[in-house]
């Protein structure tokens, strides 16, 4: 399970990971969409319904990559009870503030920056609870990141 704020690289990753591996890769937003009939649902509804429903059919399964922004700790202990190794793409405030601008210009994202002091807290308090096996510096270019990827689910399995 990669855990990674909004504007973290979670997306870029998925399709790299698709086109050049052979490894099953889920991403959350993703699978809420595809469990909602291909529409957004709503905050509530996602996260009460759907998010716990999708995650725990993601990790119920074997030899599955997840991406993932948000998800309760609850579901995360599951994840490691079902042998998921949790890793963070770590970032700081100013890559992420940069990668907001650069998505808001190039792509017409709507900013995600007020969101990303929460995320990011919430990720140090994973750490801090020792919920988190290891980190990638999101920051590497996305090739080396997909290697490191496969490297631990590769060695994860054997």
Same mark, same amino acid.
Not at 35 to 56: I, R
Not at 93 to 103: A, H, Y
């Given at each position: 399970?990669?855990?990674?704020?909004?504007?973290?690289?979670?997306?870029?990753?998925?399709?790299?990971?698709?086109? =050049?591996?052979?490894? =099953?890769?889920?991403?959350?937003?993703?699978?809420?969409?595809?469990?909602?009939?291909?529409?957004?649902?709503?905050?509530?509804?996602?996260? !009460?319904?759907?998010?716990? !429903?999708?995650?725990?059919?993601?990790?119920?399964?074997?030899?599955?990559?997840?991406?993932?922004?948000? #998800?309760?700790?609850?579901?995360? *202990?599951?994840?490691?009870?079902?042998?998921?190794? #949790?890793?963070?793409?770590?970032?700081?405030?100013?890559?992420?503030?940069?990668?907001?601008?650069?998505?808001?210009?190039?792509?017409?994202?709507?900013?995600?920056?007020?969101?990303?002091?929460?995320?990011?807290?919430?990720?140090?308090?994973?750490?801090?609870?020792?919920?988190?096996?290891?980190?990638?510096?999101?920051?590497?270019?996305?090739?080396?990141?997909?290697?490191?990827?496969?490297?631990?689910?590769?060695? *994860? =399995?054997?």
């Amino acid at each position: 399970m990669i855990l990674a704020p909004s504007a973290g690289g979670k997306s870029t990753l998925m399709r790299y990971l698709r086109e =050049h591996s052979d490894l =099953h890769v889920a991403e959350t937003d993703e699978e809420v969409i595809k469990a909602n009939d291909g529409q957004w649902p709503s905050d509530d509804y996602k996260d !009460k319904v759907l998010l716990p !429903k999708t995650t725990g059919e993601i990790i119920s399964q074997n030899n599955v990559v997840y991406l993932v922004k948000d #998800i309760p700790k609850g579901l995360l *202990q599951k994840a490691r009870a079902n042998g998921f190794k #949790i890793i963070v793409l770590k970032l700081t405030l100013e890559q992420l503030s940069e990668r907001d601008s650069k998505r808001i210009k190039e792509e017409s994202y709507v900013s995600a920056a007020r969101w990303f002091k929460g995320q990011l807290d919430y990720l140090d308090s994973l750490d801090n609870e020792n919920l988190i096996d290891g980190y990638i510096d999101g920051n590497l270019p996305t090739a080396q990141i997909a290697n490191e990827v496969v490297d631990l689910a590769v060695n *994860q =399995h054997k």
